[in-house]
């Protein structure tokens, strides 16, 4: 049946060995404000970016941006009061179907994408950010690193479980290659810097 | 059906071809300014070419390395031969979770394996979420763009499709108001799956995870609601370890479609608690265009669809005129592999222009591919006996230099003086809906000659 046979096939068929390249990251150094690129990219992807002033409060930002959203989960640990609704690995991912908005705390950011890595430690449930009508990432601005290969060697020593890149809010153009935004996923993303 | 005899199906509607040719061409555009605002771009594609050609070169050490650590991340792994066994152990999964509706993201190697008539002939609910995947669904054809399913579909079609098919209004094909249509109606069909099938970009050696990237979010929708998720891989979407996805998540979008990464990038490592989370690995010819020396490299791509949108044969004939899963000019060069003489048109539907090879992420060589085909396919299929005669014919005449300079003097005084219904009959085929140049008097080693005596 198919893997013995597979993988006998394969053996027959191969090339003789041929050595794993390596990259050199010397390739990609730029000097260039991590901070300033983070923004230009979240925006070209289709986010919104605030930056906090010391004079302005998460929780006011965030009711500013979305005044109607009344069914909210925060997962940001930054103890607002904003939460509607609370919920925890037991929660049937079901019953986030009506969720206004999620909040959730970003790893870090890729300047080189406007992407924020976030990963299940900091959301009980996998669904969260993408069924959630709205979401915002709230990440600090010293957490930011230039391009993917700095990324992937900043989540190498992580427990892995689930985790995503997130660039901008969900959208497509598959109808006569009009960008829509709000596809599948979340209609919106909002990132918070602080 | 020729590829040359669907294309001209294909043109019929001009004002389409237009739109298609110059839709696909922006794309083409999109990825050249996102490419080159990436320094060291150049270097990143050496790597990743040289990471498949590895790959590939060990490949079943790889797919065992993956499988014990799938297997320790309680991930359950499948193999399948062929597109039978591939679709026999998908139904088996749902038949043993009790699984009726499926939601399904984009797959080209469940397109490959017709997975979705398969289960519908077992009273199983198959929902493509993918907006262009969804309506090529509802239309019942094909996609005809790898990652573009719909583009052969104007608008007003998709509005006529939704006012069938999930009872929209007419909006003269309003893109918000459609797509927003199908979110609502797609909604539904999440939040009752029994089981989300989903296709895999990369799957890596060292860790026993796979990433699924998707700008609309439909992957995870469906895979965190179901109880069950099925991924399905062909054996060559192996990278060695983790920190390769780093070049590849940077190729892949800007290639495709110009963005800098898509929307997500989702790294599954473990199923949730209480869910369960299946790999079926699939050879389905594989390792068959593995054995092919001169065809191996086609078994690098990563399904990009840059070389569709920079192909001036694929946007002037559109994806389904290939009649293969894979259209374009990689599909020309994977398809032939498969069955030889049903594609045998396709490594003809190409100038040789070379600008596939030259966008390409992974550095395939499509072109030289391409024209290696033809070489086969001459020897082994049977040629038009038009195209034969004439090739015959043109041979003889290269091969003999007088009546080389007869043939071109003849051809000239043909061109200047016959009436223009024998110039412009069928046998001569560039000069379809076109005027060919005004003929000179000369021929250039005439010109030459001339010139040459008259500066001294």
Redesign the interface.
């Known amino acids: ?3 013995e ?3 006998k ?16 990251l010397n ?4 000097d260039i404000n991590l901070l300033e690129e983070f923004k230009e ?1 979240v925006k ?2 289709g986010g919104s970016l605030k930056e906090l002033s010391s004079s302005e409060t998460l929780e006011n930002e965030i009711k500013k941006l979305y005044p109607n959203a009344k069914e909210i989960v925060d997962c940001s640990n930054q103890s607002t009061s904003l939460a509607t609704v609370t919920i925890s ?1 037991g929660t049937n ?2 019953d986030l ?1 009506n969720i206004d908005l999620a909040i959730i705390k970003g790893e870090f950011g ?1 300047s ?4 924020v890595w976030i990963s299940e430690n900091t959301f009980p ?3 969260l950010p ?2 959630t009508n709205d979401l915002v990432i709230i990440l600090e601005k010293e957490k930011l690193c230039l ?7 900043l989540i ?1 020593e992580r427990e ?19 960008l ?1 935004v ?5 209609m919106s993303l909002s990132v918070f810097l602080f | 059906m020729t590829h040359a005899d669907k294309a001209a199906e294909f043109n019929k509607n001009e004002a389409k071809v237009n739109w298609h040719d110059k ?1 696909l061409w ?2 083409r555009e999109k990825r050249d300014k996102s490419a080159h605002g ?3 771009w150049e ?2 594609r ?2 990743a070419s ?2 498949k ?2 790959v ?5 050490n790889y ?2 390395e993956f499988e014990k650590n799938a297997l320790n ?1 309680g991930i359950k792994v ?4 062929d597109a039978k ?1 591939h679709n026999e152990i998908v139904s088996k999964i749902l038949a043993d979770n009790n699984a009726k509706k499926v939601v399904k993201s984009k797959s080209m190697l469940t397109e490959e394996c017709h997975l979705n008539p398969h289960l519908e002939a077992q009273d199983i609910e198959v929902v493509d ?4 995947e969804f ?1 090529v669904q509802i239309a019942k054809e094909t996609p005809s763009h790898i990652v ?4 052969h ?3 007003e079609e ?1 509005d006529d499709l939704f006012q069938e098919h999930i009872g929209t209004k007419p909006s003269e ?1 309003n ?2 108001y ?3 249509e199908a ?1 609502k109606h ?2 539904n069909k ?2 009752n799956a029994d089981a989300a099938i989903t296709g895999v970009n990369f799957a890596i050696a060292e ?1 026993g ?1 796979i990433v699924v990237c998707t ?4 992957a ?2 469906g895979s ?2 179901a109880k069950v998720h099925i991924a399905s891989m062909g ?1 060559e979407k192996i990278i ?1 370890k ?2 390769h ?3 590849f ?2 190729l892949l979008a800007r290639s495709a ?1 110009g ?12 199923p ?2 209480g869910k369960e989370m299946h790999i079926v ?1 699939v ?1 389905n010819g594989r ?2 265009q ?2 092919r ?1 001169d065809f ?1 490299a086609s078994l690098h791509c990563i399904r990009c669809g840059a070389c569709m949108n920079t192909c001036p044969i694929y946007r002037r004939s559109g994806g389904h005129s290939y009649d293969a899963t894979i259209p374009g000019p990689i599909g020309s060069i994977l398809s032939p592999g498969k069955d030889l003489t049903k594609h045998s048109s396709l490594p003809f539907a190409s100038t040789l222009c070379g600008s596939c090879s030259n966008v390409c992420p992974v550095k395939i060589n499509i072109h030289e591919q391409l024209y290696k085909w033809r070489q086969v396919i001459v020897k082994d299929v049977k040629q038009p006996i038009v195209k034969k005669s004439i090739l015959k014919v043109a041979g003889g005449v290269l091969a003999n230099r007088k009546l080389y300079n007869f043939s071109g003097r003849m051809a000239r005084f043909m061109l200047k003086y016959a009436p223009r219904f024998i110039v412009y009959s069928k046998l001569n085929a560039w000069g379809k809906a076109r005027d060919l140049p005004e003929v000179k008097g000369q021929n250039f080693d005439q010109w030459y000659k001339v010139k040459r005596k008259n500066n001294g």
């Open positions: 049946m198919g893997r046979a597979i993988l096939s394969v053996k027959e068929n191969k090339p003789t060995l041929i050595p794993l390249p390596m990259l050199d390739n990609f150094k730029e990219k070209l992807v690995e991912p079901k179907q890729v080189e994408n406007g992407s449930i996998r669904v993408f069924i391009h993917m290969h700095d990324a992937f060697s190498s892995r479980t689930f985790g995503v890149f997130i660039s901008g809010p969900s959208k497509t153009a598959d109808i006569e290659q009009c829509v709000g596809a599948q996923g979340a | 839709a922006y794309v990436v320094i060291g270097h990143i050496d790597v040289g990471i050609a590895n590939l070169s060990n490949l079943d797919l065992i991340n499948h193999w399948a031969s066994e979420t993918d907006l262009g309506i573009l399913p719909a583009i579909k104007t608008k998709v094909g893109p918000e459609l797509t927003n979110r797609l909604r999440f939040l860790t995870g700008n609309e979010g439909n995870d929708m965190h609601l054996i060695p983790e920190e996805l780093g070049i998540l940077r479609t963005q800098p990464i898509t929307t997500y990038s989702s790294l599954f490592n473990k949730a608690e690995i050879d390792t068959e593995l054995s020396e191996r």
